[in-house]
């Protein structure tokens, strides 16, 4: 069993829609990270938190440390969403700065 | 201005051959990383160094040598080059050691045959 498990593992939502991809981890963390790669490849941060809740544009990301688990939210979904969604976590001390990562959740967005 | 760059993007090479990947960052950060994402697309870190000092070597055949000439490159060197090499290889770098955002560069393909 991954330390770090996303659900879905595929998605399809039609525009406009409301989307919440979900992380469950079962280490202790530091930190937990969001992460965006592009089917070009690419890959971007989306959001860095420990705790509470961020959010960015259309993007929200929550993260209840208590329970282990992040949600990312994306609200009026467009086509441009279209992309793998990677949680990762963080550990403390010599774990510090030492990612692992989830499966990733592919999302796509249809017009 | 791209903030990590990564050469070559391509990389197309013979079981045996010895290769390199040069990473670069224009950030002004001090921590940098070496990711592979296997064909399934899943993330493992190899390497991270702090301050061109290595501290995270993640269980890494010793045929991957990373180095750091200063804080702002990191490169990969792989020797005798294996079929189970074949992957993205993708750098990053990080403010400072301590958890902050991560800066991807674009990714270098290896294709060994």
């Known amino acids: 069993k991954n330390e770090v498990e996303q659900s879905p593992q595929n998605l399809t939502a039609q525009e406009g829609e409301f989307i919440t991809i979900n992380c469950s981890y079962s280490?202790?963390?530091?930190?937990l990270h969001w992460l965006q790669q592009h089917p070009g490849g690419g890959i971007v941060s989306l959001f860095m938190?420990?705790?509470g809740k961020k959010k960015h544009g259309r993007l929200i990301a929550t993260i209840n440390i208590q329970e282990k688990h992040s949600s990312l939210h994306i609200t009026a979904s467009h086509p441009r969403d279209s992309a793998v969604y990677i949680c990762?976590?963080?550990?403390?001390?010599?774990?510090?700065?030492?990612?692992?990562f989830g499966t990733g959740t592919l999302l796509a967005v249809q017009p | 201005d791209t903030a990590v760059s990564q050469t070559p993007k391509y990389l197309v090479t013979q079981m045996g051959n010895d290769k390199s990947i040069k990473c670069e960052q224009n950030l002004g950060h001090d921590t940098m990383y070496w990711y592979k994402q296997d064909s399934k697309k899943f993330l493992k870190i190899m390497f991270s160094?702090?301050?061109?000092?290595?501290?995270i070597n993640e269980t890494v055949p010793n045929r991957f040598s990373p180095k750091s000439p200063d804080k702002a490159h990191l490169n990969l060197h792989i020797n005798s080059l294996e079929l189970g090499d074949s992957a993205v290889y993708f750098c990053?770098?990080?403010?400072?050691?301590?958890?902050?955002?991560?800066?991807f560069g674009p990714g270098t393909r290896l294709t060994v045959t």
């Open positions: 160094y702090n301050n061109k000092e290595l501290i």
């Open positions: 938190l420990s705790s």
């Open positions: 990762a976590v963080e550990g403390y001390g010599g774990a510090t700065n030492k990612l692992i």
């Open positions: 990053a770098s990080s403010l400072a050691w301590g958890s902050y955002e991560q800066y």
């Open positions: 280490v202790g963390i530091s930190a």
